[in-house]
């Protein structure tokens, strides 16, 4: 797999951009992280203001083998209903896509069920796990083939979607785990700093999942390389969701990562090509256990931090007016010029 | 003055929409933050449900004598200037207010000039202090009828305006100064852990205001009711605000504070009138130095960490999608039984 993906290191536009930010009718730096937001947009964008278009909400869902050791508070037939209730209209991230209106595409990667056609609805299931993945404390979650047709779909979905935005979401019951195996792998971290609640396991529910996964990364032991890991611990959502950012880099789409499982998808896509980070804004910070620690081990600084843990991209939703409030104020404040307003003083 | 506000403890209804939020399909309090704003945004409209109307971003704007003593990094002039490129559309709480579909209200409540009328201007100047404060290191910075001259106008200025939102803002060269100086004089904390920067003071400025600050805090030694301390240290644009936060309370208005300027403003009225910080939405905690010790001694949560040092309402203005958020998610978002989707697992 060739990844090509373009550097952020056009540092005469980011001088001309920065200079542009620092005329703008306030003191310097007072309008904090939405400068280095404004700033980081204009790069991807490879130009002096930025433009946002029609930006794309995308929801990867898929089941879980490893579900059946018990790992979840949660019952595996709540991903397809919760996918039946994003498309109805009811779920969180369905309320937060029509506040902000961004278009929302739930994509069936790996889901228990079949489903209606529906208008918002893009299935990418793959051959030999159409239902989800096999339980990874038993064998490995997929077969590197189903790996791999995983992130070809991903690739292919997001190349059919309009827009110059990409905004992460997942469902997916027991996908908590699948991100904590990708984390405690990737990273080197013990499971325990890895795993947390997810849906809302209590003390025994917690020590069980730990228990659980420490099965499945003895298991797999040899699985160290990201496709690897991905394969042998991840999730279907998630190699769909790798594609997909793959291929939003490719495209220098701005890539909007929500909380703690999105993160597992970006982190194994940046282990494979580490420019894929510059085109990431990390939304949140999720009270997942975990999610803080490994958005520190990515130099990720989130913008919002309400205590979320509900995934489906709830906090990228949460977030995104922030990105347009970049874009607008880049676009549409006045400079100190324009607007007749006097400098700092020289002498203070 | 009396101040009638009505406390929030409808414990009835807290626990019905505390129900409400907890029967949405999501994990139990995996919404965070803004299950805690919704249900107090219920509260504050005695409402099983939330309905944000007309939200009126009111910028209060004023200049401030002790500019004279060079506490500021930019000159007197600026707050006028500001005001200009504020009605131009040209300043960032513009072009957010613009965004969100926030009326906006820019009052004079004593700067230094007479503008031409405009549909968003609204001048409410004070006899006496027609163009300002007095430096309060020489006089107390407000007489007595002024200051009350000030929380009147704010008073009737809200009661003319609609909607059942106020977001506050300002806007006032030498303002961090008289809102350092409250803090000090109401918390009792010394005068260095109040003091920031500012618009973007040095070090040599910055320990010129310290000394500059403690002058005037010796003068009003005997100012420690909070209408003393508003009278002899603040500023007639805190003041005004004051009224204005007096008035929207008792109207049952949320109120969305800003950065330090309005936290002072919040103090103030909340020392006269406990019961207004139940109706107080903290936005974000700014990068002035003091404002986060300031929120914790408030015992306030803002909702947003930007680093902001702006004020001008923008973190007010970045904030307000949340509330919108609070507002859709409870009256939108299906339950687990009209959604048919199963509830938590009983055994794990």
């Known amino acids: 797999m060739t990844i090509e993906i373009t550097r952020l290191n056009n540092t005469a536009l980011r001088k001309s951009v920065q200079h542009r930010i620092d005329n703008k009718t306030k003191p310097l730096a007072s309008l904090g992280r939405l400068e280095a937001l404004a700033l980081q947009l204009a790069l991807i964008q490879n130009s002096e203001t930025v433009t946002l278009i029609s930006p794309q909400l995308v929801i990867f869902a898929a089941d879980h083998g490893i579900t059946a050791q018990g790992v979840s508070a949660y019952p595996s037939e709540v991903t397809a ?125 917690l020590n069980r999942k730990i228990e659980t996964l420490q099965r499945a990364l003895n298991l797999h032991i040899d699985a160290t390389k990201p496709m690897s890991i991905l394969a042998a611990l991840g999730g279907l959502e998630i190699a769909t969701m790798v594609g997909a950012i793959f291929q939003a880099a490719i495209e220098r789409r701005i890539i909007v990562v929500d909380g703690f499982i999105t993160t597992a998808a970006v982190a194994i896509a940046a282990a494979i090509a580490p420019a894929v980070l510059e085109y990431c804004v990390f939304a949140h910070c999720s009270a997942e256990s975990g999610h803080a620690l490994w958005l520190t081990s990515l130099s990720a600084s989130p913008l919002i931090d309400l205590g979320l843990r509900l995934g489906e991209g709830s906090g990228a939703a949460l977030a995104w007016p922030l990105l347009k409030s970049a874009e607008l104020l880049l676009a549409e404040m006045a400079s100190f010029e324009s607007a007749g307003v006097a400098e700092k003083s020289i002498s203070q």
């Open 81 to 205: 209903q919760m996918v039946g209730n994003m498309l109805a209209g009811g779920a969180a991230v369905s309320v937060l896509a029509r506040q902000h209106g961004l278009a929302l595409t739930i994509v069936d990667c790996g889901v228990k069920a079949d489903f209606a056609p529906h208008s918002n609805l893009s299935v990418r299931k793959v051959s030999g796990a159409r239902y989800g993945t096999a339980d990874s404390t038993i064998t490995q979650a997929m077969t590197p083939t189903q790996c791999e047709s995983a992130i070809a779909n991903g690739r292919a979905l997001l190349n059919s979607l309009p827009g110059n935005v990409l905004l992460l979401g997942e469902m997916g019951i027991g996908n908590t785990s699948a991100a904590a195996l990708i984390m405690s792998r990737l990273t080197g971290l013990p499971l325990h700093r890895c795993v947390g609640r997810g849906t809302g396991l209590d003390d025994d529910g």
